[in-house]
């Protein structure tokens, strides 16, 4: 009887198995048709009779025409390794900044996210809402009757933030009638109601809703981006003016490691030499940035950490174009150049 079970059982398995080659195999149901395009045949395009308008049959993914002297790339191409995963300066933080005359709160949320929240601090301290635009992120407040004081109203603005899923929030308070001026006319006013928005958000934590809406229309990518061209060094490209780009760019590096030795605002360059606190045994730890710490901080028999030229360039009054180099003009290995401006990326605030 047990023979019997395990002939019986052996069958199974059999016909179980030749069943999974009838299913998966070269042959079967559920083939694998990655490699199938290398099989497709060309065919000559539709003719039409004369007289018939053949526009709406042409191919809207044409194939360009090789141009002269086209053929096999020479040398060996190497796919650029995706960004690494680092927690951005901003990432979970509500903070307030400056920067001459002007204030804003940092949060590190999506603008979706930033959006509900401040109408819900709205709602809270009974601030009757006047004036809704999630296109351009803007709130504003109805007339307010403060005691022992003029009239007054809000206008709260979002905007993307430097970091990916990061936002900036702008408050203009107006006192007295008339359009809203282009400055807020009480300044301190200005000063609490944006500490009182900072202080709510970071109380309301991480959880909470997502404004639908606004998230059509406000961005979450970030103004910073790594360009990586063909036969050009990689640089990082920030969407902002030359004022607010170099102030964050100059806070950024003792951050990511730098230290600041000379800095030009007139030919918008700093010399700085990359010397971080980060203990080399947890960066042995992060494998193939092993050997690109070696020649980033130098061979180890001088002084820790090489020095770099660090360039801004103006592409328009609203972008700028960061690059890295030799200090004294030695060559630095593309890898070596997008670690280091990655680490900068991260700190841009």
């Known amino acids: ?39 497709a045949v060309q065919y000559e395009s539709l003719q039409l009779p004369e007289g018939f308008d053949s526009s709406a049959i042409n191919s809207e993914m044409a194939i360009p025409e090789a141009g002269a002297g086209a053929g096999e790339l020479s040398g060996r191409f190497e796919v650029p390794r995706p ?9 979970g933080l509500v903070r307030l900044q400056r920067l001459g005359d002007e204030r804003w709160v940092v949060v590190g949320m999506a603008p979706a996210e930033v959006w509900p929240r401040i109408r819900q601090f709205l709602d809270t301290n009974q601030l009757t809402t006047g004036h809704l635009d999630a296109q351009t992120g ?19 603005r979002i905007e993307q933030g ?4 990061s936002a900036e929030v702008y408050v203009r308070q107006q006192s007295g009638q008339g359009p809203w001026p282009s400055r807020s006319s009480d ?12 202080q709510f958000i970071a109380d309301q ?18 103004r910073v981006v790594l360009e990586r061209r063909s036969g050009v060094p990689p640089a990082l490209r920030l969407r902002l003016p030359f004022a607010r780009s170099w102030a964050s760019l100059d806070a950024a590096l003792p951050r990511a490691g730098f230290v600041v ?12 030499r990359f010397a971080p606190e980060d203990d080399t045994t947890e960066i042995e730890e992060r494998g193939w940035f092993s050997s690109l710490w070696q020649r980033v901080r130098g061979s180890g028999d001088g002084e820790r950490g090489d020095r770099y030229l660090i360039r801004m360039e103006e592409i328009n009054r609203e972008q700028v174009r960061i690059t890295l180099d030799g200090a004294e003009g030695a060559a630095v290995p593309t890898a070596a150049v997008e670690a280091l401006l990655l680490r900068i990326q991260a700190n841009l605030s």
């Open 83 to 91: 960004d690494p995963i680092s927690a951005s300066v901003s990432a």
């Open 138 to 156: 803007v709130i504003e407040t109805s007339w307010l009757q403060p005691e022992n004081a003029a009239q007054e109203r809000y206008q709260f």
């Open 187 to 198: 300044p301190a006013r200005e000063a609490e109601m944006m500490e009182a928005l900072a």
């Open 162 to 165: 430097i970091q990916r899923n």
């Open 261 to 272: 030795e000379d800095r030009n605002a007139d030919s918008r360059t700093i010399v700085a």
């Open 205 to 222: 934590g991480a959880m909470g809703t997502v404004s639908m809406l606004a998230q059509r229309t406000l961005e979450s990518s970030g």
């Open 1 to 39: 009887m047990n023979r019997l079970f395990g002939i019986l059982a052996l069958s199974g398995a059999t016909a179980l198995l030749s069943g999974c080659g009838w299913l998966l195999g070269d042959d079967g149901i559920f083939r694998d048709r990655a490699n199938d395009y290398r099989k």
